[in-house]
Nanobody, 124 residues
Framework: QVQLVESGGGLVQAGGSLRLSCTAS????????MAWFRQAPGKEREFVAA??????YYAGSLKGRFTISRDNAKNTGYLQMNSLKPEDTAVYYC???????????????????WGQGTQVTVSS
């Protein structure tokens, strides 16, 4: 099992940027697939982005504004969010899973480990 700690959330005006971080411990990070999901009030949790050993995946509506990356030396994954909109307001969760060939990046059930979430609020 891996422990995940998110940081970087906060309040930002529409059009602004934030970078979320997810620091992992307890597993060889370089072999860990990571993802970000988000959940807005009254809505279901939805996929944002994922990163495997090299490949990245995005929710179609977010590609171009959000960028997922990782720094294996720091055991940390990142989500850079630009041109933020009020509809991006949500709790953002980091998720992780030991990478395997059957990994389904956008499926929340594919991940065994989750962070506590970090609030992102975008004001209009």
């Amino acid at each position: 099992q891996v422990q995940l700690v998110e940081s970087g959330g906060g309040l930002v005006q529409a059009g602004g940027s934030l970078r979320l971080s997810c620091t992992a411990s307890g597993r060889t990070f370089s072999r860990t697939a990571m993802a970000w999901f988000r959940q807005a009030p009254g809505k279901e949790r939805e996929f944002v982005a994922a990163i495997g050993i090299r490949d990245t995946y995005y929710a179609g509506s977010l590609k171009g504004r959000f960028t997922i990356s990782r720094d294996n030396a720091k055991n940390t994954g990142y989500l850079q969010m630009n041109s933020l909109k009020p509809e991006d307001t949500a709790v953002y969760y980091c998720a992780a899973q030991t990478f395997n060939l059957g990994w389904r990046p956008a499926t929340s059930g594919a991940y065994t480990d989750w962070g506590q979430g970090t609030q992102v609020t975008v004001s209009s």
